[in-house]
T-cell receptor, first 114, second 110 residues
Framework: NAGVTQTPKFRILKIGQSMTLQCAQD?????MYWYRQDPGMGLKLIYY???????DKGEVPNGYNVSRSTTEDFPLRLELAAPSQTSVYFC?????????????FGSGTRLTVV | QKEVEQNSGPLSVPEGAIASLNCTYS??????FFWYRQYSGKSPELIMS????GDKEDGRFTAQLNKASQYVSLLIRDSQPSDSATYLC??????????FGTGTRLKVLA
């Protein structure tokens, strides 16, 4: 059981480049989330999805896009990378929200924009 | 703006002592509360969840919830150096998502 798998683990982008961060889960979870974590700033929600075909913005969606064509996959697209997008990105999933349904996190993608 | 606040620390405790980590939240209608442990350079890992007032125990960990005062705490008994990590508090916000605190860094001194 792989859980939540994120690729790549590390990436360096030049300003203006684009890339897709991949996230896949094999737990048949409906809810999936993308967070970024900056030092001392906690986890900020970028986008989330409550099921295939349904996505919504979180706290910091500017500069990002998502899609959810299947239950398993939830890729995050960065267009025109900027230094402010240098961060660690975590994908997470949950069966549903509630007392016994916390998140399972992927191992993260460390992105540097230069 | 719904908020979850934690003291950033570091909180230093000697090995074998009880570590007490606290979290306050602003949204009175929050119903679900979680504690995550995050080792340096790693992803957060769920360690406790609670939604009823009172205490919930799991091994060396006890989560405490007081909805009237809007705080949730985590006690770690018999603290070990391996407990040294950042502990994130997360509070259910609305129907689908959580708000995370910025975390408290715990250092257990051998």
């Amino acid at each position: 059981n792989a859980g939540v798998t994120q690729t790549p683990k590390f990436r360096i982008l030049k300003i203006g480049q684009s890339m897709t961060l991949q996230c896949a889960q094999d737990m048949n979870h409906n809810y999936m989330y993308w967070y970024r974590q900056d030092p001392g700033m906690g986890l900020k929600l970028i986008y989330y999805s409550v099921g295939a075909g349904i996505t919504d913005k979180g706290e910091v969606p500017n500069g990002y896009n998502v899609s959810r064509s299947t239950t398993e996959d939830f890729p995050l697209r960065l267009e025109l990378a900027a230094p402010s997008q240098t961060s660690v990105y975590f994908c997470a999933s949950s069966m549903r929200q509630g007392v016994n349904y916390g998140y399972t996190f992927g191992s993260g993608t460390r992105l540097t924009v230069v | 703006q719904k908020e979850v606040e934690q003291n950033s620390g570091p909180l230093s405790v000697p090995e074998g002592a009880i570590a007490s980590l606290n979290c306050t939240y602003s949204d009175r209608v929050s119903q679900s509360f979680f504690w995550y442990r995050q080792y340096s350079g790693k992803s957060p890992e769920l360690i406790m969840s609670i939604y009823s007032n009172g205490d919930k125990e799991d091994g060396r960990f006890t989560a405490q919830l007081n909805k009237a005062s809007q705080y949730v705490s985590l006690l770690i008994r018999d603290s070990q150096p391996s407990d040294s990590a950042t502990y994130l508090c997360a509070v259910g916000s609305g129907t689908y998502k959580y708000i995370f605190g910025t975390g408290t860094r715990l250092k257990v001194l051998a």
